[in-house]
């Protein structure tokens, strides 16, 4: 009953930028936080950032000073500014959202289906 949808991913060379955008539709009450979240084949799932309701952020050493995640409360929608991309930037990217739905009592959390981010050399 709640879809995440990502999009804006692509091939991109290194020194380049991408915007993620990733939009929240379905049985929402509430959102409690976005983010984003990436994953190479065969390891594990790793924070990129987060956003809370409030405006808080948390970022990933890696990235922090070249990504920059925002919101948009009123679109339900949370985006992702990747800037001076590396080769080691290539993953999948997940949109992750809690979400107190209408239909399911309490906080729950969700997951998109992924967007492929490919920085060449």
């Known amino acids: 009953q709640v879809q995440l949808v990502e999009s804006g991913g692509g091939l991109v060379q290194a020194g380049g930028s991408l915007r993620l955008s990733c939009a929240a539709s379905?049985?929402?009450?509430?959102?409690?936080?976005m983010g984003w979240y990436r994953q190479a084949p065969g390891k594990q799932r790793e924070l990129v950032a987060t956003?809370?309701?409030?405006?808080?952020?948390n970022y990933a050493d890696s990235v922090k000073g070249r990504f920059t995640i925002s919101r948009d409360n009123a679109k339900n929608t949370v985006y992702l500014q990747m800037n001076s991309l590396k080769p080691e930037d290539t993953d999948v990217y997940y949109c992750?959202?809690?979400?107190?739905?209408?239909?399911?009592?309490?906080?729950?959390?969700?997951w998109g289906k992924g967007t492929l981010v490919t920085v060449s050399s």
């Open positions: 992750n959202a809690g979400i107190l739905s209408t239909v399911i009592a309490g906080n729950r959390d969700y």
């Open positions: 379905g049985s929402i009450f509430r959102i409690n936080y």
């Open positions: 956003i809370r309701r409030g405006g808080s952020t």
